[in-house]
Every structure is written in C-alpha cells, then in structure tokens.
C-alpha cells in the first residue's frame, strides 16, 4: 500500500469509458484522464506554523480534482495518482 506524505492523498483511478456516446472505441492515446477518483490513502496534513492542518477528505470519498494534477504510479495491476490536497476541486456525494 501507498502511504502518502504531508498533504498528499493517494487516488485510486475511474475507469476510462473505451467507447464514446456515438459508439467509437477509443484506443490507449485517444482516452483523456478521469478527472475524478476514490480517495484510498489520506497523508496527516500539512505543517504551517508549528501546527498541522489536516486534510479535508477521508478514505472512501470520490474526489474530482484537476485534470493535470498529480503524479500517476501503477502499483502491481492497479494505478492510482498522487495528488496534493489543494488540487482536489471537489467532494461527489
């Protein structure tokens, strides 16, 4: 498991859709990122000041977060994007 560090939170990512609304497949290259994930890995937060702000999202949580942001890993058949807490945009309820 990834255990991310700071303000850093591990993204498990969304399947891609392999077919558009008009019924083309697409290939590897043509499938844009998913800009939202599960939240798998929360870091403790970030220190300013002396004190440590935690993180606003909690493990389980879909996130929609910017659509360049993060670095991707591939983790055994898995791949997940690690992302700093400030580039997630929003909570999905």
Do not use: F
Request: glycine share 10%.
């Amino acid at each position: 498991m990834i255990k991310p560090l700071g303000d850093r939170v591990v993204l498990k990512q969304a399947e891609v859709e392999e077919k558009t609304a008009s019924g083309i497949i697409l290939t590897g290259n043509s499938k844009e990122k998913p800009a939202y994930s599960e939240v798998v890995a929360v870091g403790p937060g970030k220190e300013e000041g002396g004190k440590l702000i935690p993180v606003n999202v909690t493990v389980g949580q879909k996130v929609i977060y910017s659509q360049y942001a993060g670095t991707d890993v591939t983790l055994g058949d898995e791949k997940y994007t690690i992302v700093k807490a400030e580039d997630i945009l929003a909570v999905v309820e």
